[in-house]
């Protein structure tokens, strides 16, 4: 018996051994190479670092049609750059005599269709069609060749295609390939008495360089504001699913519970008791659904305006409550409120004399100040000599902006108050009679669009890392020519 268990011990040593053995030479041996064609499940030891979801998600974002060549295959990557150069006559002349199928994959199942449809070839693709390649053909990346075009804004060959019996609801998804103003690029920022504009670094046709993410159709159309394309998909009966949960490619659905078990919805309720206070779960939860919408996305994308109007005379889905529409009200006139306090604490405290008179107060109260400039202030009520310092009149110049902003949507009458103090501004400020309601959703987008580029301009001054000779205030004559497609104008 003694013999047996000592057998057996030795025995589980050995296996132990052995497991801690494979574990060394596993560590070893863990420096993998990873291509876009890398199966996991057949290269031992990988799946401990990285899932096949994990690499497709990676091969996807840096596939380029544009750019990658045909590896290994001389042939078809001379075939390639014919396809590139959209000489019909010379593509066609290449199939016929080398005796090529029109819808031979280059690589990765890309075919010369999807070529001709990404480079916006409008010619070559009509006469592939007439060969009769494979209009609804995909790759290994699940793009097709309308998903190629759209990708490019190639309206003629969208045209094409759709007229050929592609439909828009083929379009699983798009790769984002162009480049469109946004946060990331603002460039500079020119301020006028009645408008301010915003100037990007690039404006909406300029290519992705690397890292492609996956876009629903309806998402890449209106970040990328390509009305075109968009009016022709509505028009032929396709309706957008109007909520989006974004990841390496956008998930889209008819319905926010699609996204969240009923258990998630009531986990996130009760870690949002601050916010449930004021506003109550159901006005809570329309927020929950509108910030997946896209016309939430719609307030961050620059000329948003033609987009909204499409989407309201299709009656998209996905707009905000009436509820919404109130609260956003009470918002927007608390923000002008403060504005109007802090642009009169201003003037009194830094423009009027030390020790003001009371006939100079009683002016101060009876004049509006919203709409007045700075040169405007400082001659009806600088004659003291007192200035703003560099600092001061930035502030100054924001809440007259503010000023300006807000109160196109939710200005108040407030000289009717007949303030004569500022602590009587101020307590019009705290006032929580703030009644009004918000049109429509139209107005609405407008408003919370405003707000964005206001963020857009704070966060420019404030934290970007540009040169300091690059990111100051900028005073322009109100004649100076009109802007170009890469600048965005607040009014």
Known sequence: MKKVFKFLAILIILLVAKLLYNEYKLNQ???????????????????????????????FR???????????????????????????????LFIKDNNISVDTPL????????????????????????????????????LS????????NCVGVVKDLFEHGVRFEEVDFVQGYLLSPGNSSLKDVKFYDDRTELVYEYNWYQKVAKGKAGFSLFD?????????????????????????????????????????????????????STSIKYMGVELFMDY???????????????????MLDLFLEYNIAGQPSKGMLEYEMKICIGDFRYAVMFKYDMIYFNILDKNPKEDEIKKLYSTDVAKMNYEEILKEFGKSGRRLDNKQLEDFNFYTRAIRDFGNFCGEDYMSLNFSSIADIFEWRRSKDRKGIFKGTK?????RHMKENRMQIFNFFEYDDKPTDSNESVYVDRNETKPSSNIIIMR
């Open 443 to 447: 107005e609405f987008v407008n408003y």
């Open 288 to 306: 929950q659904f509108y910030s997946f919408s896209l016309y939430r996305r719609m307030e961050k994308v620059p000329n948003h305006e033609k």
């Open 220 to 272: 890449y159309l209106l970040q990328h504001n390509l009305i075109e394309i968009a009016r022709m998909a509505l028009e032929s009966g396709y309706r957008p699913l109007p909520y989006c949960n974004y990841g390496d490619i956008a998930e889209c659905a008819n319905s926010y519970y699609d996204f969240y078990s009923s258990e998630e919805i009531d986990r996130m309720i009760e870690n949002e």
């Open 107 to 142: 690589h990765y199942g890309v075919t010369p269709l999807m070529y001709s449809s990404f480079y916006n070839d409008e010619n070559t693709t009509r006469e592939l069609i007439k060969l009769g390649a494979d209009i609804h053909k995909k790759d290994k990346y699940g």
């Open 62 to 92: 840096y596939w380029d049609i544009d750019v990658n060549e045909v590896r290994n295959n001389p042939f078809m990557e001379n075939f390639r750059q014919i396809l590139k150069s959209k000489d019909t006559a010379n593509i066609l």
């Open 29 to 59: 041996t863990s420096h993998f190479t990873i291509t876009s064609d890398t199966n996991v499940s057949a290269i031992p030891g990988l799946s401990k670092y990285v899932t096949q979801e994990e690499v497709d998600s990676f091969s």
């Open 145 to 152: 060749p309308m998903a190629y075009a759209i990708s490019m």
